[in-house]
């Protein structure tokens, strides 16, 4: 089979803190806490989980920099969960 590279193109990004829904064109799709909500280059939007999103993409910006602070283990996760939700998220 042939193989081929994705174009370098520019997503915005944006890590969420807790689980979401995003209507795509293949229908709802969810995202966990920690995984990513992409906005791709015609407007749509999708999740991304966490480790998939760190072999694919990198940084442009000092700002996405920041973001891509080492992978949180499952007890971070959870504090981060927990943080989130006492200052007004589900």
Same mark, same amino acid.
């Given at each position: 089979?042939a ?6 193109v ?33 407007? %749509?939007?999708?999740?991304?989980a966490d480790?998939?999103?760190?072999q694919t993409?990198e940084?442009?910006?000092e %700002?996405?920099?920041a ?5 949180l283990?499952?007890? %971070? ?5 927990e943080?989130?939700?006492? %200052?007004?998220?589900?």
């Open positions: 089979m193989k081929f590279r994705k174009k370098p520019v997503i915005e990004a944006m890590r969420m803190s807790g689980a979401f829904t995003v209507e795509t064109r293949e229908g709802t799709m969810t995202g966990q806490p920690g995984d990513w909500l992409l906005t791709g280059v015609q407007g %749509e939007q999708y999740p991304c480790d998939i999103f760190r993409y940084a442009v910006d %700002e996405a920099e973001m891509l602070l080492p992978p283990s499952p007890e %971070e996760q959870f504090a981060f969960c943080q989130a939700r006492e %200052e007004g998220g589900e």
